[in-house]
Structures are given as structure tokens and as C-alpha cells.
T-cell receptor, first 111, second 110 residues
């Protein structure tokens, strides 16, 4: 069983559309994250949730909105997609202050 | 904020060679982790190592927290070791937030 799973793996969409990426972890971890990896491979944290509560909210456009219906899920919704949103988005989880486990990534291409 | 620097940025080796990757950080940290991103983009955690030395097969890591650096050793490299190796640290005053280095891109040639 995949520990951290995110869907879809690949997403190609037009500018201006709204899309969501879903993430689920079956590790029982309290903390979940969304990271963005740009074309230069830099990994930047976007959001972190602990027990469904937002604890890290980095400077990202408010077109990005995370939603955590329960502590096993952290979805990322993106409104009005722009070309610059093209990147790989990684979901991750950790038991808090410990090693972090990543999903396989979601490749988003905005055309 | 804390700075994380990895060296070298790129490394090309023949299969069977050994390598050492370095991660320097500019301030005290709660923890440090090493990750491998394979050529297919998957991120896999290798070590959670705030201090001391750990070994896992052909890989080992050492963190000297007082001197603010960590080393990742890869022995008898295999082509499957290719990819980007990231170091990430959790600053002392953070809330589980990781600060990432830029990575070392490793290519192992057969």
C-alpha cells in the first residue's frame, strides 16, 4: 500500500481553469504538507497542516487553497491557473518533528 | 533565515566509485534529513540525522551539528544511485518547516 498517495499524477490544463490535487496518507501522521518544485528543482514549502489545522502558510498566491477534511487528507485547490503555476507539486506527511514521507508528485502543466 | 548549501552541485562518476556529498547550514537546527530524488521525480527519504552517524547499506551519513555540516557517503555507486540528493534542515525556531538545499545532481555512468 502506498503510504502517501496523490492524484492526479499528471495534469495538463489551460490557463484560467480551476483544478484540484488530492492527497491521502495512511501512516497515521498528524502533519501533512504541500511542496512546490519548480523547473530548477528548488523545493519550497507551501502549506503545512497539523491535525487539520493550518500551521504553515508560506507566501503563495491566494489562488492556492488547501483543504484538510480530516488528518489523513490534504487537498490543494488552485483557482485561475497561470503559466507560472506549472511545476511538480509534492504532498508529504510526518509524525511531527521527524522524518518526512513524500508522495510521488503531481506534474502540473498549464498551457 | 538559515542558509543551506550543498556541494558539489553536480557530480559525474563511473559505476563502482565512491562519493561524498556535503551539506553546510548556517545556524543551529533541530534535525537534518537527506533525500534522494530519482530520475523519475520520486522523493525518497534516506536519513533522519540531526547528529551522529547512520548507515543503510551502501549509504551512510554523518552530521556534526556543532560544526554545522553533514556528509552523505555513497560507496560502490550503481546507476540506480543517479538523481538529485537534497539536504533539508529544520531550524531551531521553526514549526516543523524544512529548509532545503539546492541539491547535488549525481550521474553514475555504467
Amino acid at each position: 500500500d502506498t503510504a502517501v498517495s496523490q492524484t492526479p499524477k499528471y495534469l495538463v490544463t489551460q490557463m484560467g481553469n480551476d483544478k484540484s490535487i488530492k492527497c491521502e496518507q495512511n501512516l497515521g501522521h498528524d502533519t501533512m504538507y504541500w511542496y512546490k518544485q519548480d523547473s530548477k528543482k528548488f523545493l519550497k514549502i507551501m502549506f503545512s497542516y497539523n491535525n487539520k489545522e493550518l500551521i504553515i502558510n508560506e507566501t503563495v498566491p491566494n489562488r492556492f487553497s488547501p483543504k484538510s477534511p480530516d488528518k489523513a487528507h490534504l487537498n490543494l485547490h488552485i483557482n485561475s491557473l497561470e503559466l507560472g503555476d506549472s511545476a511538480v507539486y509534492f504532498c508529504a506527511s510526518s509524525p511531527g518533528g521527524n522524518t518526512i514521507y513524500f508522495g510521488e508528485g503531481s506534474w502540473l502543466t498549464v498551457v | 533565515g538559515i542558509q543551506v548549501e550543498q556541494s558539489p552541485p553536480d557530480l559525474i562518476l563511473q559505476e563502482g566509485a565512491n562519493s561524498t556529498l556535503r551539506c553546510n547550514f548556517s545556524d543551529s537546527v533541530n534535525n537534518l534529513q537527506w533525500f534522494h530524488q530519482n530520475p523519475w521525480g520520486q522523493l525518497i527519504n534516506l536519513f533522519y540525522i540531526p547528529s551522529g552517524t547512520k548507515q543503510n547499506g551502501r549509504l551512510s551519513a554523518t552530521t556534526v551539528a556543532t560544526e554545522r555540516y553533514s556528509l552523505l557517503y555513497i560507496s560502490s555507486s550503481q546507476t540506480t544511485d543517479s538523481g538529485v540528493y537534497f539536504c533539508a534542515v529544520e531550524p531551531r525556531d521553526s514549526n516543523y518547516q524544512l529548509i532545503w538545499g539546492a541539491g547535488t545532481k549525481l550521474i553514475i555512468k555504467p
